[in-house]
T-cell receptor, first 114, second 113 residues
């Protein structure tokens, strides 16, 4: 009964490179959420996706950030041309159709931009 | 929720002592409330949740929380802590039962021997 899977767990990128973060939801879950946790802060909602659809991206920075959840495969959060301020922990959560308020979180990807 | 406030950023407590971690929120609509625990370099684990019904909610690892609507609070308590409870604790609110969680800034619980 695997939970939410995220990889990689740690990612180091130089300024200007691209970062790709992957999230596989729990079995039977079709809703995926991405959150960002900056140092010494709580988690902040970024985006909510269902298969092949972005439902709410109100928390995503306007530039360089994008997310997808294809029909097959994991959800991907992509950050282009990373900057030092992107260093954070990025958490993915998933939920079932019937209970979007009950989210299960993955272990997170810790991105460090050097 | 407009906001979720965890007033204490750090709480040191001796082993076997009781602890209360405070959480207050502001919202004009009904809310669902959650407490999560984050151990070092790990993800968030759900401790307990309040959706409706009894205002006293029991969770895992001996934790419980009480929903107080008039005071808009959802404080987390444990009567006797262990060293292994050392972690960061996050309060979260789902306004109107929606998917968009609002998190507090977290309380770092440090249990001392």
């Amino acid at each position: 009964n695997a939970g939410v899977m995220q990889n990689p767990r740690h990612l180091v990128r130089r300024r200007g490179q691209e970062a790709r973060l992957r999230c596989s939801p729990m079995k039977g879950h079709s809703h995926v959420y991405w959150y960002r946790q900056l140092p010494e802060e709580g988690l902040k909602f970024m985006v909510y996706l269902q298969k092949e659809n972005i439902i709410d991206e109100s928390g995503m920075p306007k530039e360089r950030f994008s997310a997808e959840f294809p029909k097959e495969g994991p959800s991907i959060l992509r950050i282009q041309q990373v900057v030092r301020g992107d260093s954070a922990a990025y958490f993915c959560a998933s939920s079932s159709d019937r209970a979007s308020y009950e989210q299960y979180f993955g272990p997170g990807t810790r991105l460090t931009v050097t | 929720a407009q906001s979720v406030t965890q007033l204490d950023s750090q709480v040191p407590v001796f082993e076997e002592a009781p602890v209360e971690l405070r959480c207050n929120y502001s919202s004009s609509v009904s809310v669902y409330l959650f407490w999560y625990v984050q151990y070092p370099n790990q993800g968030l684990q759900l401790l307990l949740k309040y959706l409706s019904g009894s205002t006293l909610v029991k969770g895992i690892n001996g934790f419980e929380a009480e929903f107080n609507k008039s005071q808009t609070s959802f404080h987390l308590r444990k009567p006797s802590v262990h060293i292994s409870d050392t972690a960061e604790y996050f309060c979260a609110v789902s306004e109107g039962g929606t998917y968009k969680y609002i998190f507090g800034t977290g309380t770092r619980l440090k249990v001392l021997a």
